[in-house]
């Protein structure tokens, strides 16, 4: 299977994680199996019918990698799974090819050849490996020399060679999308457009609004609000993103960003100016922008879809409105049930509960007593 067909399903894994959909997790692992297991039938069949065999001839290479597969199941997962080979035979060839110890001694022999590998060895090239993909046979031998271990870089290969582990990865099989996000959260945030329609006297309207998120802080700003967006006006959002008072891009380093046409190449040029490159997704995967199309699926299931709004001076309120208790009064699953940016509480005040759009939005916080301060709009007494 393609690398970035798996990525794809990780992300989307991933994001049914974080919205703590329990039965779509389930239900796409379970159609992922399903569709696997329907895939392997009709190899099989090509096979059988184009060779006359019903069981693919694998060196010793692919069954090592098989056989280290085949370990990380149980028993009876394993023959679920394994239609091909049988279970005996999958961990036959783990003993055999993958369990047995480095050495060139045979039964009855006496030693010879070269120096026996510890276990101890054994396992730290498999770690050093197994955390670093992007790693080869080379750069680990020298980190296992500069660590006082005395192993060649062939030696390091045939470890993981035995452990079905690629010994010369290619630059770029590993470098995925998450493994950009992990090395570059603290300085990447993402854009995206969302649209509502407006219904104005005229007739209806549609708006585009411009959301930003700061994927490590997952605070969400808003970039601007159009009914007619065009170069012109992505060329002074580029302006103002990045501006050194009050910019949500103010020491970012790269914006992700869908391939919208109105993502223009002046709006990337003046980014780009400043310090902040563009990061462009690749075709039709929204999943790959995951963080900010949460949030807009967050801001019309909870807000966007529960009103009528008839002028953008409605709209920019509503969304001002939405973003303070987005960002500053709303728990947030992929931040442990915190918040982002909390408001302060008195620890000894009375529980009060504030609304927002009419009691749409509501929170709850500590304040001291109303007596004691003039009450803010919305708040009301609870307990």
């Known amino acids: 299977m393609r690398h970035p067909e798996i990525l794809k399903r990780l992300i989307a894994f991933l994001k049914d994680i974080g919205n703590n959909d329990q039965r779509t997790i389930l239900k796409n692992l379970q159609n992922s199996v399903q569709y696997m297991e329907e895939k392997l039938h009709i190899y099989e069949e090509i096979l059988e019918?184009?060779?006359?065999?019903?069981?693919?001839?694998?060196?010793?290479?692919q069954k090592r990698r098989l056989a280290q597969a085949g370990a990380?199941?149980?028993?009876?997962?394993?023959?679920?799974?394994?239609?091909?080979?049988?279970?005996?035979?999958?961990?036959?060839?783990?003993?055999?090819?993958?369990g047995s110890k480095y050495n060139s001694v045979a039964d009855g022999q006496k030693t010879r050849g070269p120096k026996k590998?510890?276990?101890?060895m054994v396992e730290l090239v498999v770690h050093m490996a197994s955390e670093n993909p992007l790693w080869g046979a080379a750069r680990i031998a020298a980190y296992m020399y500069y660590l006082g271990y005395e192993i060649s870089h062939t030696t390091v290969r045939r470890i993981l060679l035995n452990h079905g582990i690629n010994p010369d990865p290619s630059p770029t099989s590993k470098g995925d999308w998450i493994r950009f996000i992990d090395s570059h959260q603290h300085v990447v945030s993402s854009c995206d457009f969302c649209t509502t329609e407006l219904l104005t006297p005229e007739g209806l309207i549609r708006c585009y609004i411009l959301f930003v998120e700061n994927i490590t802080t997952r605070e969400v700003c808003l970039g601007g609000i159009t009914h007619d967006p065009d170069g012109k006006w992505m060329a002074q959002m580029g302006r103002n993103l990045p501006d050194a008072w009050d910019g949500v891009l103010l020491g970012q380093e790269y914006l992700i960003h869908d391939r919208d046409p109105l993502f223009t190449d002046q709006f990337l040029a003046i980014l780009h100016s400043i310090g902040v490159k563009g990061k462009k997704l690749p075709p039709r995967s929204p999943e790959l922008n995951g963080h900010i199309e949460s949030f807009i699926k967050t801001f019309k299931t909870e807000c966007l879809n529960h009103l009528l709004l008839t002028s953008e001076a409605q709209l920019r309120y509503v969304v001002h409105q939405f973003l303070d208790y987005y960002n500053h009064e709303r728990p947030h699953s992929a931040l442990n049930w915190q918040m982002i940016k909390p408001l302060p509480q008195d620890p000894d005040g009375e529980i009060m509960e504030f609304s927002r759009l009419g009691g749409l939005l509501k929170s709850y916080r500590r304040v001291k007593s109303a007596s004691d301060n003039q009450p803010e709009e919305g708040m009301e007494n609870v307990i």
């Open 72 to 98: 990380r199941l149980n028993a009876y997962i394993l023959a679920t799974v394994e239609n091909t080979f049988s279970p005996d035979t999958i961990r036959e060839w783990y003993r055999k090819l993958v």
């Open 117 to 120: 590998i510890s276990d101890k």
């Open 49 to 61: 019918k184009e060779t006359g065999k019903s069981k693919p001839q694998l060196d010793e290479l």
